[in-house]
């Protein structure tokens, strides 16, 4: 079982940045694959990135290379998507999600977070 927990969601400006960080808890928690999803008002829940447990893995969607940045500290069981250049189109809430496996599907994901709101200002 693994419960996961985000935070560092806010208000910003276009162009400016956020980091958002999720901490996982569970014994097992640094084995599973870490991944971001977003899902802006009346849209499905879309695939943001993902890192494997060990890092040899690592997913973009295409809206976001070059803009996000996701890591890990498997010490501290804890996630991390830097976010610059931010776009009004970023808006969103933004969930934290883990499974064993890697992927871009959230149906694949077991396990996810309550979410926290990111909101781009233009």
């Known amino acids: 079982q693994v419960q996961l927990v985000e935070s560092g969601g806010g208000l910003v400006q276009a162009g400016g940045s956020l980091r958002l960080s999720c901490t996982a808890s569970g014994r097992t928690a640094w084995r599973y694959t870490m991944a971001w999803f977003r899902q802006a008002p009346g849209k499905e829940r879309e695939f943001v990135a993902a890192?494997?447990?060990?890092?040899?893995?690592?997913y973009y969607a295409d809206s976001v290379k070059g803009r996000f940045t996701i890591s890990r500290d498997n010490a501290k069981n804890t996630v991390y998507l830097q976010m610059n250049s931010l776009k009004p189109e970023d808006t969103a809430v933004y969930y934290c999600?883990?499974?064993?496996?890697?992927?871009?599907?959230?149906?694949?994901?077991?396990?996810w977070g309550q979410g926290t709101q990111v909101t781009v200002s233009s």
């Open positions: 999600a883990a499974d064993k496996r890697v992927g871009d599907s959230a149906r694949m994901y077991d396990y």
């Open positions: 890192r494997s447990w060990n890092g040899g893995s690592t």
